[in-house]
């Protein structure tokens, strides 16, 4: 079964993050600082480091992988909804070494940012709450 509700876009974000961030808290911290609670993230960039999840659908846990080394930010998309009433990123990134071999998952924190352009879509016009899913033991949208 699919669940969709109508958003609107409110605004539009573009900047850049500075260089040794850690690109998942300051994601965070700029929606907490502009309040948004809903809404689209894309970037691109480099990154010094990275740390990435994978979901192990029978453990039920995530497996924390560092790659400790500079690589290209192929692409971030994101999401931002609430999540224990504040504004909670989750994003997935796709990265390449310098032979282009890729790597990539659930974007965690510690990875740090050499540098990075993003696209924040700010949406209002529905509430988008993550609650706890027996399904998948995920916090999952409310919908
Ligand atoms: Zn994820």
């Not at 911290?29 to 990154?47: F, M, Y």
Request: hydrophobic fraction near 40%; charged fraction near 20%; proline fraction near 1%.
């Amino acid at each position: 079964m699919t669940l969709t509700r109508s958003v609107d876009t409110k605004n539009v974000i573009m900047g850049r993050v500075g260089f040794g961030a850690d690109l998942l808290r300051e994601l965070t911290a700029l929606c907490e600082g502009n309040n948004i609670t809903l809404g689209w993230i894309q970037a691109i960039g480099a990154v010094q480091k990275a740390n990435v999840g994978f979901y192990d659908q029978e453990t039920r846990e995530y497996s924390y992988k560092n790659l400790d080394m500079p690589m290209e930010i192929l692409n971030l998309t994101g999401n931002v909804s609430l999540k224990d009433g504040k504004p909670f990123v989750h994003a997935h990134i796709t990265l390449a070494d310098e032979e282009g071999r890729s790597f990539g998952g659930h974007l965690a924190e510690g990875t740090i940012v050499f540098a990075c352009e993003f696209i924040l879509h700010h949406f209002s016009g529905a509430v988008y709450t993550r609650v706890f899913d027996k399904d998948t033991d995920l916090y999952l949208w409310d919908l």
